[in-house]
């Protein structure tokens, strides 16, 4: 027995698209987001690196469902289930007859506790729809891997089913086959009887519809014998080019199946009919600086719509006739944001302050017959906004305060805390993947620069990749913790190349490399001016990694009693060197938005560059004059100068910046040598002709002039 279907999917020159329902056997492990034809779901999130074979399902909400819609009677029901954290909810395994009226075949109160185990539920033989439901979430979340679904006993009764090659059409399902304009092309379709016992008989076999005389019955057999197949010949021969449509119904003494209707999706020639008029009404809503919809009305001519992107300035590239392309993929000057029948779309790589330009063309056909309206395409634009940061926001943060730290610590903390797991299907997949061909995504390693490229859904384990603390996990006062929130926050969480990467860092300081040791790309490992192992990451991220761990120190100090002041081997001056050198852009001010978005809080340091000069994050103390203040201090305090007392030589070094000229004064106020060095990190002297006594030693930097007394013997 088989329910009402209406599906196709494309194979070369003929195809057939499923849209609702399964052919049973059906299972998945859930290796893509593309889900089997009849699977849907309410939500697409994954644990990217568990699963009884990682990637698995995973339920995090009251509500979320998967539901899987089959064409016959169902056998066994088997899927891996495995509860994480989860307490005081419920998860159901459900089956219905028309997805309408539910009922509980496996209901889940205390899950196998993070190991997937196995169960096995048997479905009524009427049921067509199995749902897995998270009805009601208290704490934790589920996690699912490896459902399947297998094919139901045959009965004795007499049951079509009809094929063409291996793929089974449902009733109601659409076939298309292509043919040159006049010329005759046969399509076999292989008709089957399911039964154990009695015979099936055809009655008649008769095409209809708007073209019916471009098709034509060639052959079909009266009676098909128990668990027998015989073949139904169908010829085409279209009168013109493009899409030709019929309808060719088998009756039958199937009890339930009595009119077997198969959708024939003709093409004339080499392309399907150019619809005759694009969709309309594109409208652009929901606009956030890290993302927004767009949704349009559908064309009555067409079938599908492919729509492009592009920033900056209006799309000029035209689809190909014959064409297929997936997302990611470049047409002229745009990419897809997707092609099919929908009418809504969300595209991902969205960053404030950018004006987006979009184009929605009309098409008809599938793969090679597929053909465009490149005419008037419709288009719409619009521009992202500078922030969503709230305009009253720091409405009581007063820099000139004395309990500006604190103050500034109370407003970032407490927040929400979101779950270590749920980094790869909310950063990763919500914020930082991109489009690429092929319908592949991107994500860039910050530290390097390094692009890799994968297959949704994300994973950890597959792509190498770890979720990096960028204040280091050893260096919280709370180590070695994974269950608080400072752990867990996303502000300093980034993707890296776990090997090449992640472990180069390890938890050593950030600093810039003089002597390199080893290098990846863009970033780099080895020692500092001052011999000190530091790691360096690709200028591009400096600042984004300087912000991070200084947003750290101040949402998490004096939490529980801690300070969390930069440990001693980490130089704040480099942090703040870079935290202006390198600002924030529009892809770090969208981030901290959809960050705020998660957790309900946001990064200062992002949203106010000079806060940082007056906050001393050594000892998270309070610095009243500012950067001014600070900037001589610090470069007064990271001013090097060895050996000290001097002879011959002496070197010259000021941490964080470069040396772009210098002087030694003598005592009576005199310039005994000075010159121009080019920004030099490290200046070596000659003062072999200096006479003994004692100097001053000023380094022009490019924020300002470092002072040191030194002796000369």
């Not at 644990?47 to 399902?57: I, Q, R, V």
């Not at 950063?427 to 297959?455: H, P, Q, W």
């Not at 959809?594 to 806060?611: A, G, I, K």
């Not at 007064?636 to 001097?646: D, E, G, M, S």
């Amino acid at each position: 027995m088989k329910r009402f279907i209406y599906a196709s999917i494309l194979v070369l020159l003929v195809s057939f698209t499923g849209f609702s329902q399964a052919i049973l056997p059906t299972s998945w492990s859930f290796t893509t987001t593309t889900l089997p034809t009849g699977w849907t779901e309410n939500e697409a999130v994954f644990y990217t690196a568990s699963g009884n074979t990682p990637p698995a399902k995973k339920f995090d909400s009251t509500g979320d469902n998967l539901v899987i819609h089959f064409a016959s009677n169902p056998g066994n029901l088997t899927y891996y289930l495995a509860g994480n954290s989860f307490t005081g909810g419920t998860f159901t395994v459900e089956e219905s007859e028309f997805g309408t009226t539910w009922t509980a075949l496996h209901t889940f109160t205390a899950p196998p506790a993070g190991t997937y185990t196995q169960f096995t539920d048997v479905p009524l033989s009427t049921s067509r729809y199995i749902r897995f439901i998270y009805t009601n979430k208290s704490a934790g979340n589920i996690g699912l891997d490896d459902v399947n679904i297998a094919a139901g006993a045959a009965t004795p009764a007499q049951e079509i089913n009809v094929k063409q090659g291996a793929t089974t059409i449902l009733s109601g399902g659409t076939y298309t086959m292509t043919s040159a304009v006049s010329t005759m092309t046969p399509t076999t379709f292989t008709v089957e009887n399911l039964g154990t016992a009695n015979t099936l008989n055809i009655t008649s076999a008769t095409i209809s519809g708007t073209n019916a005389a471009d098709f034509s019955v060639a052959s079909s057999p009266s009676t098909v014998a128990a668990n027998s197949t015989d073949n139904l010949v169908v010829n085409f021969t279209p009168a013109a080019a493009g899409t030709r449509t019929a309808v060719l119904t088998i009756a039958s003494n199937d009890a339930d199946e009595a009119s077997y209707v198969i959708n024939l999706n003709g093409i004339g020639g080499s392309l399907a009919t150019e619809p005759s008029a694009q969709a309309t009404n594109l409208s652009l809503t929901n606009v956030k600086t890290y993302r927004l919809s767009g949704s349009f009305t559908p064309s009555s001519s067409a079938s599908g719509y492919l729509v492009l992107r592009k920033k900056g300035s209006a799309i000029t590239g035209v689809p190909v006739d014959g064409t297929a392309y997936q997302r990611g993929d470049i047409v002229g000057d745009a990419q897809v944001v997707y092609s099919s029948n929908a009418t809504s779309f969300v595209p991902n790589n969205i960053v404030a302050s950018t004006g987006y330009y979009f184009a929605v063309y009309a098409y008809n056909g599938f793969g090679s017959n597929i053909n465009y309206l490149t005419t008037s395409p419709l288009t719409a634009n619009v521009t992202t906004p500078a922030t969503m940061m709230p305009a009253n926001y720091y409405n009581g943060i007063n820099t000139g305060s004395t309990s500006f730290v604190a103050d500034l610590h109370n407003l970032t903390n407490p927040h929400n805390m979101q779950f270590y797991s749920n980094y790869g299907n909310y950063m990763v997949k919500g914020f930082a993947a991109r489009d690429t061909t092929l319908d592949r995504r991107v994500i860039t390693c910050v530290y390097s620069g390094e692009n890799k490229i994968y297959i949704e859904p994300f994973d950890f384990t597959a792509t190498g990749y770890s979720r990096e603390h960028t204040y280091c996990h050893s260096w919280m006062p709370t180590n070695p913790a994974t269950q608080l929130p400072e752990y867990k926050d996303y502000h300093h969480l980034f993707p890296t190349n776990q090997d090449e990467v992640n472990a180069l860092r390890s938890n050593y300081p950030l600093g810039e490399v003089v002597t390199v040791q080893q290098a990846y790309l863009g970033c780099k490992f080895g020692q500092d001016a001052n011999g000190n192992t530091v790691f360096e990451p690709r200028d591009e991220h400096k600042g984004d990694a300087a912000r991070a761990m200084m947003y750290e120190t101040i949402c998490y100090t004096t939490v529980s009693g801690n300070t969390w002041a930069l440990p001693a081997e980490q130089n704040q001056a480099i942090l703040k060197q870079w935290h202006f050198n390198d600002l924030p852009d529009s892809w770090e001010i969208s981030r901290n938005d959809y960050v705020d978005s998660l957790q309900n809080n946001r990064n200062p340091f992002v949203d106010s560059v000079d806060f940082v000069c007056y906050v001393n994050f050594s000892n998270m103390t309070y610095e009243p004059n500012g950067c001014q203040a600070s900037i001589e201090e610090l470069l007064n305090t990271n001013f090097i100068v060895y050996p000290n007392p001097a002879k011959d030589v002496l070197n010259l070094h000021v941490d964080a910046t470069t040396i772009s000229s210098y002087e030694i004064v003598d005592v009576q106020g005199r310039v005994v040598l000075s010159s121009n060095v080019s920004d030099l990190v490290l200046v070596k002297l000659n003062i072999a002709s200096l006479n003994a006594g004692t100097y001053i030693v000023k380094a022009l930097t490019p924020y300002g002039i470092a002072t040191r007394s030194i002796v000369i013997e």
